[in-house]
């Protein structure tokens, strides 16, 4: 490119800077256009971001695939989250840019890197991704590094990331610790760190506590909680429900919950809805 036009992107650049920032997005798109045809990569990935903005996500794709092209790892990161479609389904490109960013040195992608291959088992690789961003700051991949330390007896060195992180009250790590309290019997001080947790929007702790509750046989907090989880839109929490549910003989009000859970491909709850529905038969 020539240095004219270097100097041209930037200008379209900036000038799409300062209209996004007055709320004037369309007039930014167009200025963002103009930056990112005189190849300006900056250009590039705020126009992807900015068609985000606006609901256009193929027109995203085009630009963050561009950026991404020219090794900006902000766009690599951007095309592969937009490829995954927002529902975690993971292509070989997704991946691809992943890993490209990853390499360079972007926490966030190597943050998502490890959650991949620890759903999908390969806990090696998740725990070298994990630490990979911890290092760099990154909370979220802290406190799932130390989740997959608890799993392998590096509790001291866990509940140490655990406790700065659930400071800053992370959800996650405020769950963590939750659990940890439970295990030991201190379950007073578990159910106040499930609501920490619950209340720093993590809905699994609200699932964790009824669940607690429900073993003391405290029946009426277990129904409050799961019902908190379920209508929050968690699909164990919807399970756990309709589990407590059957138990207190509601069982209608059960088949709804799960329905709901089956609905959103909860295998336990499909299972309960032949045993229920072979029940009903008889």
Known sequence: MSRRGWFSGRKWFQQGVALAAQGNLEEARDAYLRGAEANSVN???????????????????????????????????????????????????????????????????????????????????????????????????????????????????????LRRAADKDHPGALGFMADLARDAGDTDRAAALYVRSHTAGFSGAAVNLGLMYEGQQHMAEAEDWLREAADAGNVGGMYALGRLLVGLDRSPEALDWFRKAADLGDTNARHALRVLGAREEK
């Open 43 to 161: 250009a590039q990935y705020n126009l992807g971001l900015l068609y985000i903005d606006l609901g256009d996500r193929d027109n995203a794709i085009l630009w963050f695939r561009r950026a991404a092209a020219a090794g900006d790892t902000g766009a690599m990161h951007s095309l592969a989250l937009q490829l995954a479609d927002g529902d975690r389904k993971v292509t070989g490109e997704t991946l691809h840019w992943y890993s490209e960013a990853s390499a360079r040195g972007h926490a966030p992608s190597q943050y998502n890197l490890g959650l991949h291959y620890q759903a999908t088992g390969e806990l090696p690789l998740a725990e070298r991704h994990f630490e990979q961003a911890a290092k760099k700051g990154h909370l979220d991949a802290e406190v799932s590094l130390a989740g997959l330390w608890l799993g392998r007896g590096r509790r001291r060195e866990a509940e140490e990331i």
